[in-house]
């Protein structure tokens, strides 16, 4: 079964400042998805950014980036300039791709890190 | 906005009770993924459904049941309510395969459950 994991409960970070959360995954598959989502105290769920395992760029979105080291099952989100909106719980997660990429399976989510910035 | 709806936003009841949440999935989504989020958790994934079908099974207790409907709006159904069953529970779509797929799941606002 896969698994994610965030090693990280908390992180802060100050305002303008840049700030990197770490997550892991386990997977026999080779072609996958990956996600960091965004949940502030609205508890809305916000796609940040995605990466295909298939792809050997980082993805990026505005002051956000990934480091995605496939061998290492590796994947990090940096988020540069931080604002105070920046502030939420942070998941990362992980979907799988059928062979032949007809289908897709559930999500499956890390424990999340909290995220505080500090003005 | 995701487009996915989901209701009551809220709902508080005692235990032993039954209570049904309600999703409509995004225009033309198939599939429709619960997850349960308790106080300060991860999202436990429970149940998919796709065009009606019950297509994966997760951490669902055998109190919980689910279903699709043919306008694929979806329902989960939880009996018997424990104390431990409070808490956030998110509906999400996705498009079918085969169409233009981001690979996302699209995630209502959540049904907030309180079991008093």
């Known amino acids: 079964a896969q698994t994610v994991t965030q090693s990280q409960p908390e992180m802060s970070v100050q305002e303008a400042e840049t700030v990197t959360l770490s997550c892991t995954y386990d997977?026999?598959?080779?072609?996958?998805?990956l996600f960091w989502y965004k949940q502030p105290p609205s508890r809305q769920m916000i796609l940040v950014i995605r990466?295909?395992?298939?792809?050997?760029q980082n993805a990026t979105e505005n002051r956000f980036s990934v480091n995605f080291q496939k061998a290492a099952k590796s994947f990090s989100l940096k988020i540069s300039d931080s604002q105070l909106g920046d502030a939420a719980m942070y998941f990362c997660a992980y979907r799988r791709i059928n062979a032949g990429g007809t289908s897709y399976g559930k999500l499956t989510f890390g424990q999340g890190t909290i995220l505080t910035v500090h003005p | 906005d995701s487009g996915v709806t989901q209701t009551p936003k809220h709902l508080i009841t005692a235990t032993g009770q039954r209570v049904t949440l309600r999703c409509s999935p995004r225009?033309?989504?198939?599939?429709v993924y619960w997850y349960q989020q308790s106080l300060d958790q991860g999202l436990q994934f429970l149940i998919q459904?796709?065009?009606?079908?019950?297509?994966a099974k997760g951490n669902i207790l055998e109190r919980f049941s689910a279903q699709q409907f043919p306008d694929l709006h979806s329902e989960l159904n939880l009996s018997s309510l424990e104390l431990g069953d409070s808490a956030l529970y998110f509906c999400?779509?996705?498009?079918?395969?085969?169409?233009?797929?981001?690979?996302?799941?699209?995630f209502g606002e959540g049904s907030r459950l309180t079991v008093l």
């Open positions: 225009s033309g989504d198939l599939s």
């Open positions: 997977t026999s598959e080779s072609d996958y998805y």
């Open positions: 999400a779509s996705s498009p079918a395969t085969g169409k233009i797929n981001t690979g996302e799941l699209f």
């Open positions: 459904y796709y065009n009606g079908e019950e297509r």
């Open positions: 990466q295909e395992a298939y792809k050997q």
